[in-house]
């Protein structure tokens, strides 16, 4: 099956055109790095099936970050067939350097002038036809939010050709010229085109397969030695230069800028991110999300949870006594448990978090925060993982991709994971904000942003060294829409109705026939070094252990470790805060350990497992304390 | 003194104090919010210049600083209709030239 990769500049409506090329499969967001995966769909290309691949976003192929490492090193993976290169139509100019970057690999390409609609809010007229002569591929305009020009786009793929690459000036090809004699057996045993090899060994990123050779890296070295010298500057920064000129010279002779138009979308930033009144309102509408989300939740919960209550009770009443109606009850309570206790919170948050994203209010977050990200030797860019954390910690581990600097990733994978999860958030409202009030809930919040801090300062002393700082992108606001933002809730929660339902159901099943077993005592006695320190009745040891596979288990477990919904009649108000704060910290789910894993190795993943388990601990022993004040 | 020497030795002052006023690049921070100003060099290594030029921020262009965060906060920019948010650290880096 032929591949088509889809490849661009970071948010230029790569994963929106997957989605609509192939189905709603793709997180599509409006900030740059939104995708850090490779992810595979298929779609029919004149009526024959075609594998697409969305890449994260890449400025250039000179990669910055581990994210545009994978673009890069899939595209020169021998496995393309096809590049489609989508650009940002309203960002013409500097798109095409990428564009031009591309042509040099050789490979048959298409160029869609994506965001149609955003060049000409902007006023820019781009002469399609004229570009497609210009560069020898052809060329389509599209609107892939609203699914505008993709039938002429797929029409398109079949003749898609290699791009004509761009000429430097003399003495930059005179040195790709020597290069080129000495490389040539070296970049056939490579499989990549020569020009591209050259063009990688003058900019002093060798690409794979060309080192340890002697001969070749003094030959190389000599070249770069002799533009540096004559220019002044790093051949790699002569080489993005020209790029850049030969971009500015394409996009005058294509393209014709008028009157921009300006309405709220320019405007809005000047109070958003207005240097007093832009923090007030960000408090304002993080704590409205959070405050929304526990409304609403609340409600949900409180029309749900009785039906739930009473249908249970019918079932077992229905089924007698007996170890086979124990575990049908346990299964059921589990099925139950995820519509009434865990999606009333889950679907707004999601929704919430979705229309945040959309709109672009992240990256500004991420402005915003970035002065006081700095007090923990990071910048405003890992505000995103910790954002995205809020909702699952795994693609917040996976977002660390998009840090530059290999100790920045360290730092905030270990903090992101510390972040509340939707998983957590349930534990938090559906046991302290439903059995203590939410002002305890709003606090254990408060509690958790104080302590990550504090780690962060923590690791900033262990770890110390400064990366770049902040060069982030701060896209347009978007208007969302509707449906793509529900296709996003969807997307997120088919996460926990595939892997989390089923598994709660288990779990609940299982619980239940330890219970009638008579084993579970025994492993509660097992827990008790667990229980006993933080003050918890031992029936609690059970479902601690169980929020090791899903966080929010613990809290469905509890319930049934009691064998009541209602847990005000079994746990005080303090146990309840210290069994939730424990819960916030000790070590992340198995699927986020996984994910750090992957990122950091196994054993960093283990540091950060024993630490925050550690954390756990002092924060569940310092929450007793408290409580027993009180 | 002849007329020749003052010519030869006031013209280069006159033509440094000029310089001084209008060509002496500053780093972006000292630029006032809402000037706009053009890149004169960029003061660092070849990974922060590669990286500021992926962005369109490189000699040449012209950047106008739209806002600045207060407590040494990043800075945000426009260059070629395009905004990003940058460090204060990486900022200092950027000389510009103020334009009218
Ligand atoms: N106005 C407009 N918005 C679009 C269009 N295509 C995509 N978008 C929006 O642009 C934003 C970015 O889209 P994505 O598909 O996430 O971009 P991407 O290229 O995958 O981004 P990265 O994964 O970060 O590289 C989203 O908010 C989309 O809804 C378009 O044609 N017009
Ligand atoms: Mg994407």
Known sequence: MRVIALVGQPNSGKSTLFNALTGYRAVASNFPGTTVELLRGKALVGGRPVEVVDLPGTYSLLAGDRAEELSRDFLISGEVDVVVNVVDASLLSRSLELTLELSELGLPMVVCLNMMDEAEHKGIKIDAEKLS????VPVAETVAARGIGLAKLLSLIPQARPARPPRYSADVERALAQLSEVVAPIAKATGLPPRYVVIRLLAGDPPPGTSGQPELSQAVEEAREKIASAR????????????????????EQVAEVGHAQVGWRERADDILMHPLLGYPIMVLVLFGLFWAVFKVGGILEGLLLPPLEELSQGLGALLGQGLFSQVVVGAFQGLWAGVAIVLPYLVPFLFLLALLEDVGYLPRVGYLMDALMHRIGLHGKSV????????CSVPAVLATRILEDERDRLVTAALAVMVPCAGRAIVVFGLVGRYVGPLAAFGLYVLNLVVIALSGWLLARLLPGTGPGLIMEIPPYRRPNLRTLLGKVWLRLKDFVVVAWPLLIGTSALFALLQALGWSPALNNGLRFLTWPLGLPKEAGVPLVFGILRKELSLVMLTQAFGTADLSSVLSQGQMVVFTGFVLF????LATLAALGRELGPRRAGLVLLGTTGVALLIGLFLRGISALA | MGRGSLVREAFPVIIRLIMNFDFEPLPLPSLPPGRTGQVVRIQGGRGLTLRLARLGIRPGARIRLISASPFSGPLLVEVDGVRVALGRGVTRRILVRPLP
């Open chain 1, 384 to 391: 995103i993982p910790f954002l995205l954390g809020y909702g």
């Open chain 1, 133 to 136: 002569d210009l560069l020898g």
């Open chain 1, 232 to 251: 002044g500057e790093d051949p790699a920064l002569v080489l993005s230069a020209e790029r850049h000129a030969a971009a500015v010279s394409l996009f």
């Open chain 1, 586 to 589: 000790y070590m992340p789910c």
